[in-house]
């Protein structure tokens, strides 16, 4: 299935992990259990404001921070490509997680074929639909909008 390091299966997790939330936590969870050492890449603002056009709520040395509290993270390193190729040769790792929301699609296909020609995994873990950071930004715009008026 999967090649072993020293010391076991290193999994990575990468993420933008902005307002840390239950979805967060259930992803980590399950990666923890499915490795025997967890790496977690946080996406640094440039990359992150590339990708998704706008920047983080909560900056990166603070997500960073956030996420190393966890103690079911081994270890937390800045994760600065959509090319996860390059988190892998500055961090070698055996099984990259991703929500299941990448499965079957485009980006999920893509990223498949990358982690391959490096003889690394991608394992899909069950996203948490009740709750994203996505739903949590808009939430807190409506939130601000509808305070400033009264």
């Known amino acids: 299935m999967h090649r072993e390091r020293e010391g076991g299966v290193v999994g990575y997790v990468p993420g933008g992990f902005d307002m840390l939330h239950i979805g967060h936590l259930n992803v980590l969870r399950a990666a923890r259990a499915r490795c025997d050492r967890l790496v977690v890449g946080v996406a640094v603002d440039d990359s992150l404001l590339a990708m998704k056009g706008r920047l983080p709520v909560i900056p990166h040395h ?39 929301d990448w499965k079957g699609t485009p980006k999920g296909e893509r990223l498949e074929a990358e982690m391959a020609e490096l003889g690394a995994q991608v394992v899909y873990l069950p996203y948490t639909a009740s709750t994203s950071s996505t739903m949590l930004r808009q939430f807190l715009t409506v939130g601000v909008a509808v305070e400033g008026v009264a």
């Open 62 to 100: 603070e997500r960073m921070e956030l996420v190393a509290s966890l103690r079911f993270v081994d270890d937390v390193v800045s994760d600065f490509s959509q090319d996860k190729r390059v988190a892998w040769h500055a961090h070698p790792f055996d099984v990259l997680f991703k929500g299941d």
